[in-house]
């Protein structure tokens, strides 16, 4: 048995949760979600916690134990509090601004880069060095926060870029010269 699925999901107050044969469904205050349900999976709702059970003992179903556990823990976190990833420029020059439903990034290219997020996440720039990324699917918000540090990963020399905040860049020594 998975020991990740062992341990039961708490639902937090303010989130309901309904599923059948097909699909877990997970509304809340900021939000719904739905999940279609794997074959081999059982879902039990008791006393407002949430268990889920294995139905066969093939690998597959033993893979998908722990996984359907863990994306309804995901679900009910997102719904009741939202996800968040946060993201640094650093580099001389380099800043970001959202028009509309649009990321505009200057980060030393001969244009800006223009990204178009999905309307179900929330793209924030407080500061022009500072993004954040928000939204109820913790897939969807880790998707566009890769995509948008994709389009200028830091670089090992100078550290320029952009980055995850609290990400650590393993720096590399430059060019010596020789007398």
Known sequence: MSRIAKTAVDLPKNVK????KEAINVEGP????????PADVALENKDN????NRLSDTKQARSNHGT????IDN????VSNGHKKDLEIQGVGFRAAVQGNKLVLNIGFSHPVEYEFPKDVKVTAAKPTEISVEGVDKA?????AAKIRGFKPPEP????GIRYVGEIVKRKQGKQVTK
């Not at 679900?75 to 997102?78: A, D, I, K």
């Open 68 to 71: 359907t556990k863990r994306l």
């Open 49 to 52: 916690k949430v268990f889920v």
């Open 17 to 20: 949760i309904s599923f059948d």
């Open 140 to 144: 969807l918000v880790g998707l566009v």
């Open 30 to 37: 900021k939000g719904k979600l739905s999940l279609t349900m």
């Open 75 to 78: 679900m009910c976190v997102g």
């Open 157 to 160: 020399y100078k550290g320029k």
